[in-house]
């Protein structure tokens, strides 16, 4: 079992930057790939970035590609999402979670462990 705690969302202006973290316990952090995924109200939830377990790999949807950046930390068991030149359509709740598959993936039901989510409101 994998507990994920996300924390850093807020209010901020469009234009403006956030970063989000998620602290990872139980298992052995490093053994997982970890992904950032999002929901607006209405919405389905959508992939954003996921990582490999060294870091080694990144991937993005093509909506935050050279805005967004993915990152981790296995020594503090931490994945980190650097949001910058953030939208009003980036507003949603941004949850991570833990892959013990292979390959990043991008797809929802691909992911085993999730977080409870973190709020991000962008202002126009």
């Known amino acids: 079992q994998v507990q994920l705690i996300e924390s850093g969302g807020g209010l901020v202006q469009a234009g403006g930057s956030l970063r989000l973290s998620c602290a990872a316990s139980g298992r052995t952090f490093s053994n997982y790939n970890m992904g950032w995924f999002r929901q607006a109200p209405g919405k389905e939830r959508e992939f954003v970035a996921a990582i490999s377990r060294s870091g080694g790999s990144t991937a993005y949807a093509d909506s935050v590609k050279g805005r967004f950046t993915i990152s981790r930390v296995n020594a503090k068991n931490t994945v980190y999402l650097q949001m910058n030149s953030l939208k009003s359509e980036d507003a949603a709740v941004y949850y991570c979670?833990?892959?013990?598959?292979?390959?990043?993936?991008?797809?929802?039901?691909?992911?085993?462990?999730w977080g409870q989510g973190t709020q991000v409101t962008v202002s126009s």
């Open positions: 979670a833990a892959d013990r598959g292979a390959l990043l993936d991008k797809r929802i039901f691909g992911y085993d462990y």
